[in-house]
Nanobody, 130 residues
Framework: QVQLVESGGGLVQAGGSLRLSCAAS????????MGWFRQALGKEREFVAA???????????YYTDSVKGRFTISRDNAKNTVYLQMNSLKPEDTAVYYC????????????????????WGQGTQVTVSS
């Protein structure tokens, strides 16, 4: 049974940092795209970042514009885990953050598309106070 389990969420003041982790089990995701999405209260779930193997030892990373320069996505295939380092957090980053995995091509449009991902975690709350 495939499972994605997020951790690392919490309450932080604006300007602070958090690191989210997503531990995958049930299969190997080394060639899958791994993504982070978020959903604020009353809003639709939106793309945050993704990382996708593109051959050899190269991984492509993708970010939504609002987090570029502040968030970094990375993965440790040996641990089947993906991370989201979030720095300089802002109140507008407050949301439930979801990890996702899927056989998504290394395409900047498709990695941002929710329906491309087959597996989802249960989410972890991130709250940024002003």
């Amino acid at each position: 049974q495939v499972q994605l389990v997020e951790s690392g969420g919490g309450l932080v003041q604006a300007g602070g940092s958090l690191r989210l982790s997503c531990a995958a089990s049930g299969r190997t995701f080394s060639t899958y795209a791994m993504g982070w999405f978020r959903q604020a209260l009353g809003k639709e779930r939106e793309f945050v970042a993704a990382i996708r193997w593109s051959g050899s030892l190269i991984y492509n990373t993708y970010y939504t514009d609002s987090v570029k320069g502040r968030f970094t996505i990375s993965r440790d295939n040996a641990k089947n885990t993906v991370y989201l380092q979030m720095n300089s957090l802002k109140p507008e980053d407050t949301a439930v953050y979801y990890c996702a995995a899927g056989p998504v091509p290394s395409n900047r449009v498709l990695v941002r598309t929710l329906s491309q991902y087959d597996y989802w975690g249960q989410g972890t709350q991130v709250t940024v106070s002003s």
